[in-house]
């Protein structure tokens, strides 16, 4: 069971991946939220590039990655569901919740520490928004998430099953809620309960820190609501709210050397907003 589970992984991954971002383009193409200044010609290369990058560096890094840890813990006895028994089902929805809520505390820490944010300012850098900002990550930031993901993963004893689910949820529902697409408003308010949306995520990459600083869910739309972090509309509207940061407005920041390169360069210390 465990080598058919990682024999199948990167199909189950690859296909989930590649029909997430084909439906959420299309869907971009048919019912486009904002207006984009800068088209996915300039933008779409460099950001769909270090989804490679990236996953290489995780590979390299890390050979069994998150699943493969899983496994091992099982092997090995390791974590809370290995030495305490849960049905099979119970553990897998606790897991799925554990991961998620870590997630979000991770991304809050990556905003709060400076050395953190220069890795994640790279993801708040693209200057407009869609379904590959959600891939857009600095392949350092990448680590050492996945290095966070595995210690929790064997400090739960999380089963694989349960590890590869949350992986392909989270990678689906970043692509999904930083998707420049229309949802009617009633729907968007109902999802909400269930799933960040769109335009709950969108608030999150607005220019004003305030805003930046709230809404870090990705999947879950709960820990925001439970923490005080949940923001539910932009100042200034969709429409009318500028993407991005301050530091990087130049159009040839999307090039990738100068993503790569971004945690090096120095910039102002992130203030308060007036």
Do not use: C
Request: hydrophobic content about 50%; aromatic content about 10%; proline content about 5%.
């Amino acid at each position: 069971m465990h080598e058919l589970l990682l024999d199948f992984e990167p199909l189950i991954r690859g296909t989930a991946f590649v029909a997430v971002l084909l439906t959420m383009a299309g869907w971009e193409v048919m019912a486009q939220r904002r207006p984009q200044r800068i088209g996915r010609g300039q933008r779409w290369p460099s950001n769909l590039l270090i989804v490679m990058i990236d996953t290489l560096a995780v590979r390299v890094a890390f050979p069994l990655a998150a699943v493969g840890t899983a496994l091992l813990a099982a092997e090995q006895g390791w974590g809370l569901f290995n030495v305490f028994a849960l049905p099979a089902w119970l553990a897998v929805v606790v897991s799925v919740l554990v991961l998620d809520v870590a997630i979000y505390f991770q991304h809050r820490l990556f905003h709060a520490v400076p050395w953190l944010w220069r890795l994640h300012r790279m993801h708040h850098a693209d200057l407009e928004f869609d379904v590959t900002t959600g891939l857009r990550f600095h392949p350092l930031e990448i680590v050492l998430s996945m290095a966070i993901k595995m210690a929790v993963v064997v400090l739960l004893g999380a089963p694989a099953v349960a590890v590869l689910l949350f992986e392909v949820l989270l990678n689906a529902t970043s692509m999904f809620n930083h998707g420049n697409v229309r949802l009617p408003r009633k729907l968007d308010r109902r999802l909400r309960w269930l799933v960040v949306t769109p335009d709950m995520h969108r608030v999150h990459h607005s220019i004003i820190r305030r805003e930046t600083d709230s809404n870090f869910g990705f999947n879950l739309p709960w820990w925001d609501k439970l923490f005080g972090t949940y923001r539910d509309q932009p100042e200034k509207g969709h429409l009318g709210m500028t993407i991005g940061i301050e530091d990087f407005r130049d159009a040839r920041e999307l090039r990738l050397d100068r993503m790569l390169l971004q945690p090096l360069r120095q910039t102002p210390p992130r203030g308060r907003d007036d």
